[in-house]
Every structure is written in C-alpha cells, then in structure tokens.
C-alpha cells in the first residue's frame, strides 16, 4: 500500500541541525558582530533590536540559546528572562550581557534562571566557550531525563544474528536521510531502543530525542500537546518545538484520533503548522518516526486512519522483529540486562547457567524484551545464590494457566520499585503456597530461601500461609 510519489518522497528538511541562537541587543554592532562570530562556528542565528522585537522572535521560533543584553530602552533584559522562565517549555539557556553589571544584576539573572552572565566589553573566546558549554549541558539535562524514564538504557539493538545485524545495517542507512518513518512490531519488541539509535545515527544526533504515546493524547487536548498554543502574549510549546532540530518518536500513531492526524498531516505536507491560538506559521524542524504495534494499513481500510498521512509517514517502513525470530540472541541479552540491572538498579548480582540459558534460548517469549527484562529482574529480587539455574527458570515462567501468568499482565509498572517489588513478591510466594499446599517447608525448599528467613517474609508482607487457598 506504498503509492510511487509516496514511496519516493522524503521531507525536505535541512539534514543538519545547528543549534539556533537569538541575540537580544540594542547596539547594532554588537547584534553584527556576535551574528557574524556565530553563524562563522556554525550556529544559526536572529537577531533582535529591543524588547518587543525579541518577544516576537521568541514566540515565532523556539530558541536553543538566548544571548540577551540587559539595558534596553524598551523592556529590560531582566523582565524578559522572567516572562520566559515563567512559561511553559520556555527555551534554551539564556546568557546575559551587560556593560554596567554590578554583582547584585548578575545574582538576579542567575536567580530567575540565566545560565551565565558576561561583561562587556564580551570576550569572545569566553562567549564561545560559555555558549558550548550551556549547550552540552542542555544535552546532558535532556539525555539524563530519557534515561530516567527508560532505567535500562541500551544504545543499539542487540544482537549477533543475522536478523539483528540486518535491522541494524538498515537503521544506519535510514538514518543518512530524513525519510519519514514508520517503525511496527509486538509490544516489548524495541522500537524505543530502535528508534534512538536511528537518532544517534543521524545528523540530528545533538538535537533533542522527544517521545510521546499518542493514545495519551486526550481528543480535547492533542493538539495542544503536539502544536502548542499562544494565549494572552504566552507561549506554549508543543512536542514538535520541543523537537526542535531532533527526533520526536510517536507510539501508538494508530489510536491518534481523526482530527489531530489532519493536523499532523498537514504539518509534514507543508513542513509548517500553527500553534492553537496563533497566527504566525512555525517551520516544521524535526524528523517525526511514527510507531504501532496495529495493521495500521487495515485500519486505513476500516477508515479509522488517514490514508494521506498513513503514506506520509510510511515512505520507510521498518519491521522490529519479536525476540522469538532471533532466540539465539538470548544468552548475549540475558548477560546485557542482567548487568544493567545489578548496576542502575542495585540488584544483587547472579549468573544464568547453561541449562537456563538454553531453557531460556527455546521459550516463545510473548512478551517480548519486556518480558525477559522483567523476568531478570524478578529472579533477581526474589531469588537467592550465585546461580541462577533451569528450575528456577521454570518456576518463574509458570505455567500456561497458572495463577502468576495470569498476574503478569496485571503488575503495576508505574510504581516505585520498593512497592513493585513487595507486589511482586506477595504475588509470586502465594502462588509459591498454593502450589505447595500452604507447606511453607516446601516453598523455602523451591525458591532456595532459609526457612526463618521465608518466614519472616511472609510476615513483612502480611501472608498468613493458613489463610491461602490451595491448588487443586
């Protein structure tokens, strides 16, 4: 279902991403020479005469770097960072400058949220380093808050298959372009881990990493979140600004309602979109990767998606494959996950023997790496010793219709890890009980635990053994 023009079209961005600075000063060398000292690094640049002019040129396009003059004849530096601070998403770091600082301006600037402040007259190996040095930490803001949302951060997809070396080769080659893309596969399969490493493949790689599920996005509210929205001279920017020069991964693009996919659509066919509430067009500056686990083709038959959009975002479809087409990749992702986890998660540290690795290399992993991640992460909370061996395995598996599969889709993953893993644990030892037949004598014998010690956990956890039903 891939028209021609479709299949050949691409979103004619720039493929590069240079950081985009406003300069906010009244003296016409000063703007002219910091312009032209900026845009020689490589930055591109605004400039701005006074006050109101820069209002207008930070409401037209997010900046990634604000270099602002304090005396103005008409707003002052200082009012304005305010009003910036104070908004939503406001934009980048903001460096100040003055030729009449005096400690006590530069202590205000640095309370109301400027990066740095800078004398004149400016230094220009100073004002250099100071902006380098803003932005990396920017980049290092945002790539610690991905990594907080997604703990086990990998940096490729893994694996020494021909499947994975394949998905891999096709990723970089993707990544020379600015295709738009469409990723699909199984819930738990990777496309997050795909997607960022399209991003870090790309030219784009210093700009943002920007994410969002797209069934999150209330009807009422998408297109706020998406856009943004201009309201009494303030400014909301949306994911696509947030974007700004990167990548912005949508899940779940099939349960986008009708009326934002228009939106959407006309966005990437124009490479330009208004904010609601505005009337000033904003460049379209970021590569949009779209994903589903759905037949988004036969949603478009049902007509619950866009057919224009479908074929905007489909010009490069990617398949992530599910963990069972590449089982031989277990052993060398069972070793990854499980020392990612003793370090970010301060796990104890255990060793899968071969027998459950080769157990582990033949199950038909429903989940996904979702799936294996969690059962790592539960052998590794709950049990005990260096060895991790097949029996275990096999108890935490479970079988088909037993009480703790049943439970697995219905863990709460949005909990701290404390209360996650007292649910975990209350879970897996009644059914530990119930398989035994309340013998708590039996339980500490399967899961490897010291009587007394399984004892005192029940009682941690408030399981009476008399009061569990039994199996059977």
């Not at 795909?194 to 990493?209: E, I, K, M, V």
């Not at 986890?341 to 301060?346: A, C, G, H, N, S």
């Not at 690795?357 to 790592?376: A, K």
């Not at 890890?417 to 209350?426: G, M």
Request: hydrophobic content about 35%.
């Amino acid at each position: 279902m891939q028209p021609p023009e479709a299949a050949a079209r691409e979103l004619s961005e720039p493929t590069t991403s240079a950081p985009y600075i406003l300069v906010v000063d009244d003296e016409p060398d000063i703007r002219q020479l910091l312009q032209e000292i900026l845009e020689d690094e490589g930055y591109e640049v605004a400039v701005a005469e006074n006050g109101e002019t820069a209002r207008q040129q930070h409401r037209q396009r997010k900046p990634d770097l604000i270099l602002l003059d304090i005396w103005m004849p008409d707003i002052d530096g200082i009012t304005l960072l305010k009003e910036w601070k104070d908004e939503e998403q406001a934009g980048g770091p903001v460096i100040m400058m003055s030729g009449h600082g005096t400690v006590e301006t530069a202590v205000e600037a640095t309370r109301l949220g400027a990066y740095d402040f800078i004398e004149k007259p400016i230094s220009l190996a100073k004002l250099l380093l100071t902006i380098e040095h803003a932005l990396e930490t920017q980049k290092l803001q945002r790539e610690n808050q991905g990594l907080r949302r997604h703990n086990l951060q990998v940096q490729e997809p893994i694996g020494k298959s021909a499947v994975m070396q394949g998905l891999r080769d096709q990723l970089r080659r993707i990544a020379e372009h600015d295709s738009g893309v469409l990723m699909s596969g199984e819930p738990g399969c990777g496309i997050h881990i795909a997607a960022r490493y399209l991003h870090d493949s790309s030219t784009r790689r210093d700009g943002p990493f920007v994410e969002v599920n797209a069934a999150s996005l209330a009807p009422d509210n998408a297109a706020r979140e998406l856009f943004g929205a201009e309201q009494g001279g303030s400014v909301h920017y949306g994911l696509l600004e947030q974007a700004n020069g990167g990548t912005l991964l949508l899940y779940d693009i099939a349960e986008m309602d009708l009326a934002t996919q228009a939106r959407l659509y006309s966005a990437l066919d124009t490479h330009s979109f208004y904010r609601t509430g505005g009337n000033q067009p904003v460049e379209l500056r970021v590569r949009i990767i779209a994903a589903t686990h759905q037949d988004l083709e036969q949603r478009v038959a049902d007509g619950q998606f866009r057919k224009d959009l479908f074929y905007l975002l489909n010009v490069v479809p990617v398949r992530i494959p599910a963990l069972r087409e590449h089982r031989e990749d277990v052993p060398e992702l069972l070793n990854i996950f499980t020392n990612l986890l003793v370090d970010q998660e301060k796990l104890p540290y255990r060793k899968f023997s071969l027998a459950a690795q080769n157990r582990l290399r033949n199950y038909h992993w429903p989940g996904n790496l979702r799936e294996l991640t969690n059962l790592i992460q539960r052998l590794l909370i709950v049990g005990s010793g260096h060895e991790i061996d097949v029996d275990e395995v096999d108890i935490a598996l479970g079988d088909t219709g037993s009480a703790l599969h049943k439970r697995e889709v219905e863990v709460n993953y949005d909990l701290p890890l404390r209360e996650a893993r007292e649910q975990f644990e209350r879970d897996y030892l009644e059914y530990q009980l119930r398989k035994a037949r309340g013998s708590v004598g039996k339980v500490a014998q399967a899961v490897g635990l010291e009587r007394t010690h399984l004892y005192r956990k029940l009682r941690s956890l408030g399981i009476d053994p008399k009061n569990i039903p039994q199996d059977g």
